[in-house]
C-alpha cells in the first residue's frame, strides 16, 4: 500500500473533464512539490505536470494540477482517447531522507 | 538536451547481482546539483522509487532496498550504474533511469531512459 494513495481506477467519455486525487501527509505532500506522469503501455513514464501545477513544453493545457495542504489533484478537461493510461503522483518525504514516493497509479479509462 | 541510454542484461538468476548502466549525453554527470536516479516498475504494485546519487557523489537509497542497493558514478564514461544483489522473483521489473532538467528538485524527473525489462529466473 503506497504512503501516497490515488484511486485505483477512474473514467471519463471524449470531452468530459475528470479528476485524479492523490492523499498524502505532512511529511510528504505537505512539505514538498507533487508530480504528475503519464504512463502509456510498454512506454516510460513522461512528466505531466511538476512543481504542483506547471507543465512541460509539448504537455496540452488540458491537463492542470493543483495541491491544497496534504492532498493534490489532477485534471484532464476535454477528454480524449489518448489520454486512456496510468497517471501517477509523487513527491518527497521529510521523514524518509527525502525518500521519493510514488502514488500507487490511475488506471484512466476513456469509455 | 540530456538524454539517457540504459544498458545491461535482460536476464538474472535468482541470488545473483543485477546490473544496469545509464549513459548521458547532452550533459554531465559532474554538473552541479544533478540527481541520477533509477527506479522500477512492476507492472501490479506500480513506480518503487530504487534510489539516486548527486552530482558529488552522495548517495540516498530507498530504506527498503538499502541493504542491497549500490548506485555509482563514472565520471570517465559520463555513465551512472546500477547494482541489486542477491536478486529474487520480486525483483523482476522494467527498471529505468531518469533525471531533473527543469527544476533542482531531484523527483520532477522530465528525463527518462527508455526502460530495460530485467527478469530473475534460473
Known amino acids: 500500500q503506497s504512503v501516497l494513495t490515488q484511486p485505483p481506477s477512474a473514467s471519463g467519455t471524449p470531452g468530459q473533464r475528470v479528476t485524479i486525487s492523490c492523499s498524502g501527509s505532512?511529511?510528504?505532500?505537505?512539505?514538498?512539490?507533487v508530480n504528475w506522469y503519464q504512463q502509456l503501455p510498454g512506454t516510460a513514464p513522461k512528466l505531466l505536470i511538476y512543481?504542483?501545477?506547471r507543465r512541460p513544453s509539448g504537455v496540452p493545457d488540458r491537463f492542470s494540477g493543483s495541491k491544497s495542504g496534504t492532498s493534490a489533484s489532477l485534471a484532464v478537461s476535454g477528454l480524449q482517447s489518448e489520454d486512456e493510461a496510468d497517471y501517477y503522483c509523487a513527491s518527497r518525504d521529510d521523514s524518509l531522507n527525502g525518500l521519493v514516493l510514488f502514488g500507487g497509479g490511475t488506471k484512466l479509462t476513456v469509455l | 538536451q540530456v538524454q539517457l541510454q540504459q544498458s545491461g542484461p535482460g536476464l538474472v538468476k535468482p541470488s545473483q547481482t543485477l546490473s544496469l548502466t545509464c549513459t548521458v549525453s547532452?550533459?554531465?554527470?559532474?554538473?552541479?546539483?544533478?540527481?541520477w536516479t533509477w527506479i522500477r516498475h512492476h507492472p501490479a504494485k506500480g513506480l518503487e522509487w530504487i534510489g539516486y546519487?548527486?552530482?558529488?557523489?552522495?548517495?540516498f537509497y530507498n530504506p527498503s532496498l538499502k541493504s542491497r542497493i549500490t548506485i555509482s558514478l563514472d565520471r570517465s564514461k559520463n555513465q551512472f550504474s546500477l547494482r541489486l544483489n542477491s536478486v529474487t522473483a520480486a525483483d523482476t521489473a522494467v527498471y529505468y533511469c531518469a533525471t531533473h532538467t527543469l527544476t533542482p528538485e531531484p523527483h520532477e524527473f522530465d528525463i527518462w531512459g527508455h526502460g530495460t525489462l530485467v527478469t530473475v529466473s534460473s
Open positions: 505532512s511529511s510528504n505532500i505537505g512539505s514538498n512539490t
Open positions: 512543481t504542483n501545477n
Open positions: 546519487i548527486f552530482y558529488s557523489g552522495s548517495t
Open positions: 547532452g550533459g554531465s554527470i559532474s554538473s552541479d546539483g544533478y540527481y
